[in-house]
């Protein structure tokens, strides 16, 4: 199931200096259940969809898995951080925010689904791990009229990890 946006297949638009990809290790990280001060996600990571482990409507719906290298640069003020990221669909930007324990956006895009595509809200979440990686998954709630050999409306859960590139 790719979307008519493969949003993290997308071409990297500029890249910053490799080496300096950072979940900081050094900066306490959110716990998982509350939360935390930022840490800044910076520089290029490869980010990895699971595709293997993909389910629609909790049941196995694999495909073939791929990676790309994602480019962020966390900026904060009044109004909480946000890393903006190489990612872009339909000309928009993917601009995660600061949950409190994770970098999270949301997306509202077509999802093609085999010869049909309908209406999603594609929400992509990355928890900063204490090793500076990232794990999280991508959420697509998919509208009528579906998806799935009977065009149903549903769930895309896919996997999600990011290593420093």
Not at 11 to 37: C, E, K, M, Q, Y
Not at 116 to 144: D, H, W
Request: net charge negative.
């Amino acid at each position: 199931m790719l979307g008519k946006v493969v949003a993290l297949g997308v071409a990297v638009a500029a890249a910053l200096t490799p080496g300096v990809a950072s979940a900081d290790p050094s900066t306490n990280g959110p716990s998982r259940t509350g939360a935390g001060d930022p840490v800044p996600l910076n520089g290029s990571y490869v980010v990895t969809r699971a595709l293997d482990r993909q389910t629609f409507n909790g049941s196995p719906a694999p495909a073939t898995p791929f990676a790309a290298e994602v480019d962020f640069t966390t900026t904060c003020d009044g109004g909480g951080c946000v890393a903006h990221s190489s990612l872009v669909a339909n000309g928009m930007p993917f601009d995660f925010r600061w949950t409190g324990a994770a970098w999270q956006t949301v997306q509202h895009f077509d999802w093609t689904c085999g010869d049909k595509s309908a209406p999603a809200t594609v929400t992509y979440t990355l928890v900063p791990e204490s090793s500076g990686t990232l794990t999280g998954n991508q959420i697509a709630a998919v509208r009528s009229p579906g998806c799935g050999s009977a065009h149903v409306p549903g769930t895309v859960v896919s996997p999600l990890t990011g290593v420093p590139a």
